[in-house]
């Protein structure tokens, strides 16, 4: 068990993270400059950690597979930020917004390390403003804030719908004014498909430079893998088209341990699948909810269009089911109550798997407020309508817009129509206190690692997550390992554990370059999305997840022997970049299953037919699944489990309940 | 629907290029344009021919990586409008669509239709940035900032660094890329310590990179698909001139 050592400090949860910090082994500034260390991923963690390191005096080298940092998913992120400001006096503290995170998660994350989230909260924004990331404000000039669910403050900081742009190029410019002052060597269009590992220990990558298809040996004193989420396993989802798991499965299949790999979350808003052509899903912001209300018809099978249906025939299940939080409960809850009503008949559209979100009322509402303001009494049902709309276009409009674009209907007149869908997973790379894996040497930060939101995420929490590691956690925590490296110069790049690793590398590309099958690429993945989506998705069950598994060895394998990959290996080359990272999912995919099979309960985004309430809520086992699952990877795709016991010392663990 | 699609297609950077036709039947309207060419290049690969080569990653406008000149405008008939986002209604059965890549000296071909635009992180790296490391920041709040400050600076920081202002411009030039980021800093508190250094040196390093000088067209404004302003680009020529009074 010795490999699976936390290291959460000794002592109060308030001041662990203080007394860490003022205790952890310091490097001093002429060792920085001779230790280098390779940032895998420019997303928020991986932009917002390289700057910061370089700032330090590290030398830092930056790779991602966009053709600019800039690109990264993280630029996707719509909503929010949190933050423990309480800019809006309503009782907000890091205790709350600690203990809504632990909930949120149902129990499955760590105290010390949410802890230390919530409390470096505040600084990510101070940070961010400084850096000039535009927030939204109020006209006295300060702050605006938003409420997302889960919580019952307002804590979520944003940038109208395009929060994570604004943050990812706040991020971007640290990183780009480290790179002109030449601290940081960025490789932008290059893909991490290797760790080198000497003695135990993470010493360098191979990566492939998408342009030349050359392959490259990077040899540094330290790995961080900040490379996001493996969402993209169901082939449809809201992640980015190029996110992947590669980074983090190579690293698996090298020693990390993977935790959690079945905690998926599916977020309930997003864009309805269209046809069998469609590519992507795409996501309508949880700040959606703060506004909008979702209902179903109360009739089964209602054809009328949603405007003829009166008030009193509809539904608004969230707000009866849930009326503490109502349309703001957490995701996983929102999601299943979704799927609960479509499946039960009443789900709207031509494939009726889509429920309302309805923006008539918002409308009105914010109509009377602004007519109020402008002093317009007697305003005409018309006029109050007009200033409704202007203020939601100025709340959502860039939503609205993508809403209009994609199903070329109007959002501002007729309720959209949503369904959820694949959007983050909780799961990733396990990490200690130093967000370390079970590899010294190797970091995982971001989307990438395991560590902050248990088994299910609150909305704005990953922005949030992704930026402390990278601006105010891992520059202290690496020090804790650098600075035993100091007498050991960088690893020669004609070691033969780069030669083997390139090797190896370049075996799998040949392997795939020359079965020259019958099937593309995507056809596989469409495939494993399939299966992942019906038997490892909204709701799992035993039976399910032993014929996944069959079947996913089973695809595997036909893979292996069909996929065709045209073009060169020695250029650019998108196909082959696609079936390098399918050939993970496929067996990444056969560990979701086995985790999910694993875990005898249900809890937050993991949802276990078997085990539920009366009332179809989760139903947790904490007597025999208070821990987290971290599995080893093993010769032959075989998976052997590790348990990290999860103890709760602050929070009384309790019944998550939102009524 | 059933369409004719030429295509620019390019090995690499040093191979000549040309177009190739092909016709592509049964598109829904409900396909975004990309979604269009994944059929295409499906339908490729199942003959055996090597599917067409683009940039794409978000596809929800806001990565700023798709990058298709079509029926020769940037990004499409739809204005407001990444490539990502457009969607086959807006094209009807039987109509042939020219799809070629960003055309421009500091673009290079890398191939079919990847371009490079390595030259946009060169400009960011030269100035657009504030210098202020991790740790060093104050209070948000300390910072009170007129909203509608705020707005016109989150307006031109909505830029997402497609390049497509550079490729409907006559002359190439990056203008309204580099406009949009000096004025994100210059309307804010944060950004007026560097002020005169960041105008000097982003479009030193614009210069160096060989973009075009702007002749006031507005070809930019009209096909940015997050609907920048020229007034950016006064603003910089502002910007520029002072900056150059002061030093
Ligand atoms: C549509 C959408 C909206 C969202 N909205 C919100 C929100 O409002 N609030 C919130 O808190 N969260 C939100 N999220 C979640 C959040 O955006 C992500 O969890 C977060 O941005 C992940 O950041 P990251 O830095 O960990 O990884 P990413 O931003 O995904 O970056 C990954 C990086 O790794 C690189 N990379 C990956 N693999 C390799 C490899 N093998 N070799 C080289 N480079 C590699 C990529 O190039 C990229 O640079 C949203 C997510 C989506 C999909
Ligand atoms: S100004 Fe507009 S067209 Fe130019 S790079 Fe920015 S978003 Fe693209
Ligand atoms: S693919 Fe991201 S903007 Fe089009």
Redesign the pocket.
């Known amino acids: 068990m010795s490999k699976l050592d936390s290291k959460i400090p000794e002592g109060p949860l308030e001041t662990k993270w203080s007394s860490y910090k003022s205790s952890v082994p310091l490097v001093n500034p002429a060792n920085k400059r001779s230790l280098e260390i390779i940032v895998?991923?420019?997303?928020?963690?991986?932009?917002?950690a390289a700057a910061s390191l370089a700032e330090m005096g590290y030398k830092v080298k930056v790779?991602?597979?966009?053709d600019s940092?800039r690109?990264?998913?993280?630029?996707?992120?719509?909503?929010?930020?949190?933050a423990a400001k309480n800019y809006q006096n309503d009782g907000d503290s890091t205790y709350r917004l600690f203990y809504d995170t632990i909930k949120g998660g149902d129990y499955r994350a760590r105290e010390g390390n949410v802890y230390r989230l919530a409390e470096v909260s505040a600084a990510i924004i101070d940070q961010c403003v400084a850096q000039g990331v535009p927030f939204a404000r109020e006209y006295g000039g300060l702050l605006s804030n938003r409420s997302?669910g889960g919580t019952q403050v307002q804590r979520?900081f944003?940038a109208a719908g395009q929060?994570?742009q604004q943050l990812?190029l706040g991020a971007y410019s640290a990183l780009q004014r480290q790179v002109g002052l030449g601290n940081v060597q960025m490789?932008a269009r290059?893909?991490?498909?290797d760790v080198v590992v000497v003695d135990g220990k993470a010493k360098g990558?191979i990566?492939r430079d998408l342009v030349t298809g050359k392959l490259e040996r990077h040899s540094g004193h330290a790995v961080l893998?900040?490379?996001?989420?493996y969402?993209n396993v169901f082939f449809l989802?809201?992640?980015?088209m190029?996110?992947?798991?590669?980074?983090?499965w190579?690293a698996h299949k090298k020693g990390a341990f993977f935790g959690n790999p079945c905690f998926t979350q599916i977020?309930p808003t997003c864009i309805p699948v269209s046809g069998d052509h469609q590519s992507k899903l795409?996501?309508m912001?949880?700040?959606l909810r703060n506004d909008g209300r979702i209902w179903v018809p109360k009739k089964k099978d209602d054809n009328r269009k949603p405007n003829e249906i009166p008030e009193d025939e509809r539904d608004y299940y969230l707000e009866r089911r849930y009326p503490a939080f109502g349309n703001l409960v957490p995701r996983d809850v929102a999601s299943r109550a979704a799927k609960e009503r479509c499946d039960a008949g009443y789900g709207v559209g031509a494939s009726k798997m889509a429920v309302y979100l309805d923006y008539a009322s918002a409308i009105e509402r914010y109509g009377k407020q602004q007519a109020n303001k402008l002093g317009e009494t007697g305003a005409s049902k018309e006029r109050i309508t007009q200033l409704g709309k202007d203020v939601v276009k100025e709340k959502y409009g860039n939503l609205f817009d993508m809403y209009a674009k994609i199903t070329g209907e109007n959002p501002y007149e007729t309720p959209m129509r949503i369904y959820p869908a694949v959007?983050?997973t909780m799961g990733g790379l396990w990490v200690d206190y130093n967000l370390m894996t079970t590899v010294p040497g190797l970091y995982a930060?971001?989307?990438?690692n395991f560590s902050d939101h248990g088994a299910n995420?609150l909305?704005?929490?990953?922005?949030?997550?992704?930026l402390a590691?990278?601006y105010f956690v891992i520059p202290y925590t690496i020090g804790a390992y650098l600075s035993g490296q100091i007498r050991d110069k960088a690893l020669p790049t004609d070691h033969e554990a780069f030669v083997e690793a390139e090797k190896n590398v370049q075996d799998t590309i040949d392997r795939l370059m020359n079965i020259k099958g019958s099937k593309s690429v995507d056809h596989f993945h469409k495939r494993l999305g399939k299966i992942m989506w019906d038997k490892c998705g909204m709701a799992r069950n035993e039976k399910g997840l032993k014929e996944a598994i069959s079947e996913i060895r089973a695809l595997r394998e036909e893979f292996w022997k069909d996929v065709r990959v045209l073009g060169g290996k020695n250029e650019l080359n998108p196909e082959l970049e696609k079936a390098c990272?399918v050939a993970d999912f496929l067996e990444l995919g056969e560990l979701m299953c086995i985790d999910a099979l694993n875990r005898n309960e249900s809890c937050g985004g993991h949802f276990r037919e078997e085990f539920q309430t009366e009332e179809g809520e989760a139903q947790r086992d904490d007597a025999n699944y208070m821990y987290a699952a971290c599995w080893e990877f093993k010769p032959g795709v075989q998976f052997e489990l590790h348990k990290e016991d999860l103890k709760y010392e602050r929070i009384k663990v309790s019944a998550r309940s939102y009524k | 629907m059933n369409l004719t699609l030429k295509v620019w297609r390019q090995k690499n950077a040093s191979d000549k290029g040309s177009f190739a036709t092909y016709q592509v039947n049964d598109i829904s309207e409900e396909m975004s344009f990309l979604e269009m060419f994944d059929v295409l290049n499906e339908r490729l690969i199942a003959k055996g021919e090597e599917p067409i080569a683009f940039d794409h990653d978000?596809r929800?406008g806001i990565c700023g990586m798709c990058s298709m000149h079509i029926n020769g405008r940037a990004h499409g008939p739809w204005s407001g409008t990444t490539t990502c986002q457009l969607h086959m209604r807006a094209f009807k059965d039987g109509d042939t669509i020219t799809v070629e890549p960003w055309r421009a000296k500091a673009f290079p071909v890398i191939k079919d239709l990847v371009v490079d635009r390595s030259a946009f992180d060169k400009i960011q790296s030269a100035g657009g940035f504030v210098s202020v490391n991790t740790g060093n920041a104050q209070d948000a709040n300390c910072i009170p900032i007129p909203k509608d400050d705020a707005d016109a600076s989150f307006a031109a920081a909505a830029c997402i660094g497609c390049g497509a202002c550079v490729a409907a411009c006559k002359n190439s030039s990056a203008m309204l890329f580099v406009s949009a980021k000096v004025s994100q800093f210059a309307l804010l508190p944060q950004g007026q310590v560097e002020r005169v250094d960041r105008a000097l040196n982003m479009v030193k390093e614009m210069d160096a990179a060989g973009f075009g000088n702007c002749t006031n067209t507005g070809s930019c404004e009209a096909e940015c698909p997050k609907e920048i302003s020229l007034d950016n680009i006064a603003r910089l020529n502002r910007e520029y001139l002072m900056a150059n009074l002061k030093k």
């Open positions: 895998v991923g420019s997303g928020l963690a991986g932009s917002s790779f991602c597979f966009q940092a690109r990264a998913h993280s630029i996707a992120a719509q909503g929010g930020i949190n997302f979520t944003y929060t994570g990812l490789y290059h893909e991490m498909l990558i990566a893998l900040c490379t996001g989420g969402g989802s809201t992640n980015a190029g996110s992947n798991v590669t980074a983090a190579k977020h795409t996501l912001s949880e700040s959007h983050y930060l971001g989307e990438a995420r909305g704005a929490s990953a922005l949030m997550q992704g590691d990278g990272r | 978000c929800e």
